[in-house]
C-alpha cells in the first residue's frame, strides 16, 4: 500500500454523552500501516457486537464538570488533516484512527526529510474535542508519553516526544507497519489460532507487560485493540493513556500527584472488578486483561461472552478455556481468568515462568537443593563465619532461617532458568530473591555469590550505553545494601 493510500481503520467509539455506542465505519483494509496506539476501538466492530466491546468508559460528568482549559482551544480538532502541518515539522498525511480519547494521523517528519532520514514518518495523536475538555486531558496525554517513553522494550510502541502547538497537545510515535491483534482475532473468530501461531504473540504481550510491571506501571486497559502485531509477528502494546502506578513500587519512581484513575476509564469487558471499584491498581489487572487476549486468540472469542465482571458473575458463567493447549497452560489460563485478584499470578514475570515451564531437571535440581539444605542443616554455612555474616546462620529464628533457604533455592533455580532459556524476567527474580536473602541473613554468603553473578550479567547486559549502564547500576545498587558497595556496580556509577 502506498503512503497516499492508506483507508482509515474501521472503528468504534464511545462518547461520553451518548447512550449507546455511536459505531464509525470504515473501510476493511488496515493491515498494512496503522497508529501505535489504541485509539482504534474495542474489538466488536459490527453493530451487533459493539455493546459487547466498548470503548473505555469515561465519566460523563467529570467531562462537563469544568469548561474547557483556554490553553486548550486555540486549534480545533477539525483543523487537523491531510497537509497541515503541527509545529512547523510534522505533516499530517491522513488520519489512520480515532477512539473515544484521542485521534491518530499518519504524518511526515520535515526535520528528518531535510536530514535525508530514510524513516520520516510517524504517528501523531491528539485529544479529541470532546475528550479535551476533560480537565486533566493535557496532563494524561502528557503522562502517557513519558510512561511510554520510560518503558523502552521491544513489545511496547516507542514514543518520541510530548509537545503543543499553539493549543493543539500531542505526541509523535512510530509508525508500525502490519494490523491490529483485533483485526488477527476478528479474521479467526469462532476458530481462533493455533497454538503455535497463538504462543508467541501471548509470550510476547506477557513481555512487554513484565517490563511495564517491574518499573512499577500498570496498563489498565489492555485488550486487542491496544496491541499491535507487526508484519514479522512481534506484538507491541500500545496506548499507555489510563497507564496507573502501582501504590508503593519499588520502580515507580517519584510519587506522581496525577492519578490515570481520576479519568474513571476502563474497557469493561477487560476490566477486574477492582478497577470497576475503584481499588487501587495491581499488575494482576493486566493478568486478567492478558487471560481474556489469550482465549480471544486461541478460540476466537470472549472467554465470557464479552460480559464484563460484574455481568458474568450474576449469569453465572464459566470461562472458555481454550482445549488446544497443554493442560498447565489450560490450568494457567484459567487462574488469569479468575475474578479474584489473589488467585491469578501475582504480575507478568511470575506469567511468563508458569507459561514457559521449568525443564524436569531443573525441577529436580530444585528439589535436590531443598531436600539438601533441610537434611544437612545448612552445615556448610559454618564454612562462612569466618569472612561471612555476623551472625551465624544458626542463630537465626528458625522460621528466618526457612525463609532464606527457600529464597536461595529459588533465586538457584531462577538463576538456571535464566541461563537455560535466556528469559531476562529470571534474572531480575533471582536477583531479587538473592536480595532478600541477604536482607535476611546480612552477609550471607550465597546471596553474596548470587547477587554478584546475576548484578554481573545484568550489567554486561547494559554494557556499552553509558547513560543506560549508570541508571542499571543505580537500579542494582537501590535492589540490596550488598550491591551499593560491590566494586563493579560503584564503577559503573561514576560519572
Known amino acids: 500500500m502506498t503512503s497516499g493510500d492508506r483507508p482509515d481503520p474501521e472503528s468504534t467509539r464511545r462518547h461520553a454523552d ?13 493491515e498494512q500501516i496503522a497508529a501505535p496506539t489504541a485509539v482504534r476501538a474495542s474489538t ?3 453493530a451487533t457486537a459493539a455493546s459487547a466491546f466498548p470503548e473505555p468508559v469515561i465519566d460523563a460528568t467529570a467531562l462537563r464538570a469544568t469548561p ?11 483543523s487537523i488533516g491531510p ?14 484512527g480515532r477512539g473515544g480519547m484521542g485521534s491518530v494521523y499518519s504524518a511526515v517528519d520535515l526535520l528528518k526529510v531535510e536530514a535525508r532520514d530514510p524513516n520520516s514518518r510517524v504517528a501523531v495523536k491528539v485529544l479529541n474535542a470532546d475528550f479535551r475538555v476533560h480537565p486533566d486531558a493535557f496532563i494524561a496525554l502528557q503522562r502517557e508519553a513519558s510512561k511510554a517513553q520510560a518503558l523502552a522494550h521491544p513489545n511496547i510502541v516507542t514514543v518520541f516526544n510530548f509537545d503543543r502547538d499553539g493549543g493543539t497537545a500531542f505526541i509523535t510515535m512510530e509508525l508500525l507497519r502490519g494490523r491490529s491483534l483485533e483485526t488477527v482475532i476478528r479474521q479467526a473468530r469462532g476458530t481462533g489460532l493455533e497454538r503455535k501461531t497463538a504462543l508467541p504473540i501471548i509470550r510476547g504481550i506477557a513481555e512487554g507487560l513484565a517490563y511495564a510491571h517491574r518499573k512499577g506501571v500498570v496498563h489498565s486497559d489492555l485488550k486487542p485493540a491496544n496491541v499491535f502485531l507487526l508484519d514479522d509477528g512481534t506484538p507491541k502494546i500500545l496506548d499507555f493513556g489510563i497507564a496507573r502506578a502501582v501504590p508503593g513500587a519499588a520502580g515507580a519512581g517519584v510519587r506522581d500527584e496525577f492519578d490515570a484513575g481520576r ?6 469487558a477487560y476490566a477486574t472488578r477492582e478497577m470497576i471499584q475503584g481499588v487501587d491498581p495491581a499488575p494482576a489487572d493486566d493478568i486478567y486483561a492478558l487471560g481474556i487476549v ?3 486468540l486461541l478460540t476466537g472469542s470472549h472467554p465470557y461472552g464479552g460480559r464484563s465482571v460484574p455481568q458474568a458473575r450474576q449469569a ?22 479468575d475474578f479474584d485478584r489473589s488467585r491469578r499470578p501475582r504480575d ?3 506469567f511468563l515462568r508458569l507459561l514457559t515451564g521449568v525443564a524436569p531437571w531443573l525441577k529436580v535440581l530444585a528439589a535436590a537443593v531443598i531436600v539438601l539444605t533441610v537434611a544437612s542443616g545448612y552445615l556448610w554455612y559454618r564454612n562462612y563465619q569466618a569472612a561471612g555474616p555476623a551472625v551465624p546462620f544458626e542463630q537465626l529464628e528458625h522460621t528466618t532461617q526457612q525463609q532464606v533457604r527457600t529464597d536461595l533455592a529459588q533465586g538457584e533455580q531462577a538463576w538456571r532458568f535464566y541461563r537455560s532459556q535466556g528469559i531476562g524476567n529470571a534474572l531480575t527474580d533471582a536477583l531479587q530473591f538473592y536480595s532478600d536473602a541477604y536482607r535476611l541473613h546480612n552477609g550471607n554468603r550465597d546471596a553474596v555469590g548470587g547477587l554478584r553473578r546475576t548484578a554481573d550479567e545484568i550489567l554486561k547486559q547494559a554494557h556499552g550505553d553509558r547513560q543506560q549502564l549508570h541508571d542499571t547500576a543505580a537500579q542494582l545498587a537501590g535492589a540490596s545494601e550488598f550491591l551499593k558497595s560491590y566494586p563493579p556496580v560503584v564503577d559503573a556509577l561514576q560519572p
Not at 497537509?83 to 489512520?96: D, S, Y
Open 294 to 296: 489469550a482465549c480471544e
Open 68 to 78: 474547557e482549559p483556554q490553553a486548550l482551544t486555540a486549534i480545533a480538532a477539525a
Open 18 to 30: 451518548d447512550a449507546q455506542p455511536t459505531l464509525i465505519r470504515k473501510p476493511e483494509n488496515e
Open 316 to 337: 453465572g458463567i464459566k470461562p472458555t478455556v481454550p482445549t488446544a493447549l497443554r493442560r498447565s497452560e489450560r490450568q494457567l489460563i484459567a487462574r488469569c481468568l
Open 348 to 350: 507478568a514475570a511470575e
Open 263 to 268: 479519568l474513571g476509564a476502563y474497557t469493561e
Open 44 to 46: 466488536a466492530v459490527h
Open 83 to 96: 497537509g497541515v502541518t503541527i509545529r512547523g515539522r510534522f505533516e499530517i498525511e491522513a488520519q489512520i
